[in-house]
Structures are given as C-alpha cells and as structure tokens.
T-cell receptor, first 113, second 112 residues
Framework: KAGVTQTPRYLIKTRGQQVTLSCSPISGHRSVSWYQQTPGQGLQFLFE???????NKGNFPGRFSGRQFSNSRSEMNVSTLELGDSALYLC????????????FGEGSWLTVV | GEDVEQSLFLSVREGDSSVINCTYTDSSSTYLYWYKQEPGAGLQLLTY?????DMKQDQRLTVLLNKKDKHLSLRIADTQTGDSAIYFCAETPSYNFNKFYFGSGTKLNVKP
C-alpha cells in the first residue's frame, strides 16, 4: 500500500511569490491534514480536510489556504510568501472515526529567499 | 490550545534503555501518540495508547501513561544507533480527534 505522497519535495521561492504544494493520501483515507514544521515553532497544525470540506483550521493567516478534491488529494497554497514561511510542510492522512492515527508524508521543504 | 511538553535532548549509550518523557495539559485527551522523525524525513508513527490504558508494549517499545499526572513516557530497550532521531509525543482531545497537538520533540542521540 503506497504511503502519503507529497510533491514537490524541495523548492525555493522568492518573497512575494505564491506556492502550491500537493498531497496524495493513502488509498482509502479521506481525511487530510497539513502541518508546518519549523525549528522555532515545532509542528503546528494548519488545517484538516474531509470530503472536500475544511473541518478544522489552525491559527495561520489567510495567506495559507487549502483544498481537497473528490479523490481525497489535497493541495495547500501560500500566497505572498514571507521569509518566515520557510519550513517543512507535512501532510498527513487518516481514516475517519475515533482513534484514527495519522500517517505522514515525507514533507515538502520550502525555502523563501 | 493544549500544551504538550518534552525535554529537548537525550543522550544514551548503545545497548542502554532510553526513556523519553512527555507531559500534557488536556485532561480530555483520548489518544496519545509517539512519532519518530529521522533527518530529512516525515514523521513515522511508532505507537499509540488509549487514555484508559496504563501501559502498552510493542517489541522494544514500552509506553507508560500516568493519566493523573498527565505524563506519558516512551521506553526504548536496547537502544541502537539507528534509533537516533527526534521523537514527538502528540495527543488528540476528545472534542476533536482529528486535530493533533504535538510536543516540540526530543532529540535522541545514541552513542556507540
């Protein structure tokens, strides 16, 4: 069974640009969540999608957005990039129901210069 | 939000046992997890424990939960150099089990 797949793995962007990251969940998983990992802030929850609807949202500015498609694949977008957006962006997928565990992808390393 | 705290570093010798500790504040936590992150990689689920359990053992891993003190620990027996990584504890509250709260991670260094 294939794991969570994230693309691209590495990217460099310039301040002010926008970026789109993609995540394909484990087959059969309908919930996809996104996390930002930085050395200073650790792992912070961005948002979670289920059946194309955002169910949960963390405390990030509106520049961070996401969506989920009917095949459960998800994308997240960051507009007007800032230097502080440099981070590892992790996607995780899970089955639904109580006690579900989340499985992470390898992440997308974003560097903003 | 809920706080999950871990010590930042732990250093042990190969063959010794490692104990990584975690404390959390949310008394409604239902599931508590341990994840491992190797350099340049995502998080790998190691194990998890339901809040009505005190202990769970899985090969070299033992998870102990003290719900009264809101303290979770992960013991790794016979620690190997391949166990060197960052270990994250995480919890999900009963009111929102789709949202995970992570600790800052404990960097385990295993010396040969």
């Amino acid at each position: 069974k294939a794991g969570v797949t994230q693309t691209p793995r590495y990217l460099i962007k310039t301040r002010g640009q926008q970026v789109t990251l993609s995540c394909s969940p484990i087959s059969g998983h309908r919930s996809v969540s996104w996390y930002q990992q930085t050395p200073g802030q650790g792992l912070q929850f961005l948002f979670e999608y289920f059946s194309e609807t955002q169910r949960n949202k963390g405390n990030f500015p509106g520049r961070f957005s996401g969506r989920q498609f009917s095949n459960s694949r998800s994308e997240m977008n960051v507009s007007t990039l800032e230097l502080g957006d440099s981070a590892l962006y992790l996607c995780a997928s899970s089955l639904v129901g109580r006690g579900n565990t989340i499985y992470f992808g390898e992440g997308s390393w974003l560097t903003v210069v | 939000g809920e706080d999950v705290e871990q010590s930042l570093f732990l250093s042990v010798r190969e063959g010794d046992s490692s104990v990584i500790n975690c404390t959390y504040t949310d008394s409604s936590s239902t599931y508590l997890y341990w994840y491992k992150q190797e350099p340049g990689a995502g998080l790998q689920l190691l194990t998890y424990i339901f809040s009505n359990m005190d202990m769970k053992q899985d090969q070299r891993l033992t998870v102990l939960l003290n719900k009264k003190d809101k303290h979770l620990s992960l013991r790794i027996a016979d620690t190997q150099t391949g166990d060197s990584a960052i270990y994250f504890c995480a919890e999900t509250p009963s009111y929102n089990f789709n949202k995970f709260y992570f600790g800052s991670g404990t960097k385990l260094n295993v010396k040969p």
